[in-house]
T-cell receptor, first 111, second 116 residues
Framework: SQQGEEDPQALSIQEGENATMNCSYK?????LQWYRQNSGRGLVHLIL?????REKHSGRLRVTLDTSKKSSSLLITASRAADTASYFC???????????FGQGTRLTINP | DAGVIQSPRHEVTEMGQEVTLRCKPI?????LFWYRQTMMRGLELLIY????????DSGMPEDRFSAKMPNASFSTLKIQPSEPRDSAVYFC??????????????FGDGTRLSIL
């Protein structure tokens, strides 16, 4: 499968702590995207990182990309209860004519 | 700016019935995607339109599924006849540009479909 795979599948932390989620993929990519999905809602785009970029920031979010290891990480700093959601990475999986989503990491922030 | 609008939000119907899901993309977006999400298979792309033309329908499970985009502001996904295994959440998403992958996709809140 050329699908991105998130790790861990589930993560539970205390409010205020940092949360790190990882995504691995199998083939070369042009870019990688991270999305958030709240329960019962559609996916919301967070960050797009291109293959020639190593790191991007957006507010409390930091995404890194290591193309040599075919992996990316999403760091959420100073987590809040509202960050409770599932987080997905998506890649164009070099050559696949579509975005391929991973199975997601379910993040729970405990107050 | 209104987001992607899907209707209905929930649909419960009996096996064998025709189901039509509707989507209004964000104005100005020229790419539209239909996805299906299940616990077992995750999020799967069913079909992708660009400028109202179907570009990739390789994800459409079988002939029972069809999708149309008669104009830039409306698309339908139809299942006829429906089967219990079609039960899932169906999402519509839209984006700018021609590429399926180098622009953020904006998702609707989905249609939760249950086939009894």
């Amino acid at each position: 499968s050329q699908q991105g795979e998130e790790d861990p599948q589930a993560l539970s932390i205390q409010e205020g702590e940092n949360a790190t989620m990882n995504c691995s993929y199998k083939t070369s990519i042009n870019n990688l995207q991270w999305y958030r999905q709240n329960s019962g809602r559609g996916l919301v785009h967070l960050i797009l990182i291109r293959s020639n970029e190593r790191e991007k920031h957006s507010g409390r979010l930091r995404v890194t990309l290591d193309t040599s290891k075919k992996s990316s990480s999403l760091l959420i700093t100073a987590s809040r209860a509202a960050d409770t959601a599932s987080y997905f990475c998506a890649t164009d999986a070099g050559g696949a004519q579509k975005l391929v989503f991973g199975q997601g990491t379910r993040l729970t922030i405990n107050p | 700016d209104a987001g992607v609008i899907q209707s209905p939000r929930h649909e419960v119907t009996e096996m064998g019935q025709e189901v039509t899901l509707r989507c209004k993309p964000i104005s100005g977006h020229n790419s539209l995607f239909w996805y299906r999400q299940t616990m077992m298979r995750g999020l799967e792309l069913l079909i992708y339109f660009n400028n109202n033309v179907p570009i990739d329908d390789s994800g459409m499970p079988e002939d029972r599924f069809s999708a149309k985009m008669p104009n830039a502001s409306f698309s339908t996904l139809k299942i006829q006849p429906s089967e219990p295994r079609d039960s899932a959440v169906y999402f519509c998403a839209s984006s700018r540009g021609q590429s399926y992958s180098n622009q953020p996709q904006h998702f609707g809140d989905g249609t939760r479909l249950s086939i009894l």
